[in-house]
Structures are given as structure tokens and as C-alpha cells.
């Protein structure tokens, strides 16, 4: 099957799953609302979904949405062509993933699931692991007793860390503290994920990244004394 002939402005944008191209996406076939079995129509909203085809290497993917209860069939190609971000859940999700080199494995390990989570959209797991790599990272460099918060201070006053980036500590602890006592009331927005997610990679630079990168600098910079001196 061909893929339709339709301009780049009226495809929505998204990571494809299979090729990773953030790229236009092109309706195929004709959309259709989720059957009540899986989503139950409630007074205001039902979901509707919808198959596209990745321009660059025509993968499928499918995308799910929420229109007004009422909505018209023959408006869903129309109201999935116009949209945009959040407006849409794509299936399979593109998942990103990260590594930290110069981490320890089993910090990096963890740190990688703590970024998988965020793009998978599990904020939640997200932050608490998030919270675990903070820790793990202060006994890693020897501050093993106390709570979080005091570990975090030991880390600043060490130097291990910088001072803005210690208040930053101090947000996902209050944040990861919240998850972990159970308290789910209120929703994680995927900015706070996101957040939580770059903060946790600056401590990690902080403490293994940064020295690691100055002390290959410094190497290469002696090696390069001594063969000057040959």
C-alpha cells in the first residue's frame, strides 16, 4: 500500500518507534472510536484512535485521542491531522534511553531506568528512582549514615556537588519522598519528570562526570609534555 499523498503541514510530528525519526506521520485508513469494552464513554469524552504510517520509513504506529462525547465520525480525520503534542498517545511509544559513562554500573544502571521511565511516560517510577540514584551516589563517595537530606548536605559541604545544585537535590528528595510514602494524590506532570530527570543527571556530572573529563584532560595534557620532551 502506497502512502497517501498529503502535505508535511497537516501530518502530526512524532519520534517513530522504529526508525527514531522525529518526522511527519500520515493517516492511514479512517479513524475509529475505541470500542466502550476498554474506554467507557463518560459524559463529556471518548477516545478515538487511528493508524499512521512514518514518513521515512513507512513503520506503523497508533495514535489515540480524546474528542468531545458527540463528536462526529466523519470530523476524526480532520481532528487527528490538527493535532499536536499532548494531544495525541502514540502506540508503540518511541521510547528514548540514555547512558552515563563515568558512572558507576550500578548507578548508571539505575540512572538509565529513571531516564526509560520518563520516556515511557511513568513519572511516578521516574522520580523514585530518581531519588534512589541520589542516594546511591552519596554512599557511593562514602557518606553512608543519616537520611537523605543530611547525605545531600554532606555532598555540598564536600564539594561533591555545587550549592544550586544541592537545592535542586533537596526537590527531587521532597518530590521522590512524596512517591514513596504513598502519596499519589496529586498527578506528576511530565515538565516535573522531565525536571527531575535533567537535575539527577547534573549530580551525577557533578560528582563523576566533571572530575573524569578533567582528569582525562589532564592526561592527555601530560602525554603530551612527555612526548615533547622525547
Known sequence: MSVPEVMFDD??????????????????????????????LTESHQ??????????????????????????????????ENARGDDLIWRPSAAETRSYPDVPQHIGEAAKEAYECDSYQHYRAAIMLARAVIEATAKDSGITTGNLFSKIEAMATQGLIRGKIRDAAHGVRELGN?????????????????LVIRLMGEILNDVYQSPAAIEQAQQAAEARRQGGQQ
Open 47 to 80: 477516545l478515538v484512535c487511528a493508524a499512521f504510517i512514518c514518513s521515512i520509513c513507512r513503520g506503523q504506529s497508533i495514535a489515540l485521542g480524546s474528542v468531545e462525547y458527540g463528536y462526529g465520525r466523519r470530523n476524526l480525520p480532520g481532528f487527528f
Open 11 to 40: 501530518m502530526p510530528n512524532h519520534v517513530c518507534w522504529l526508525c527514531k525519526a522525529n518526522t511527519g506521520h500520515v493517516i492511514n485508513g479512517d479513524p475509529t472510536f475505541v470500542g466502550s469494552e476498554v474506554a467507557p
Open 178 to 194: 512524596e512517591m514513596a510514602h504513598g502519596d499519589f494524590v496529586e498527578p506528576i506532570s511530565a515538565e516535573e519528570s522531565q
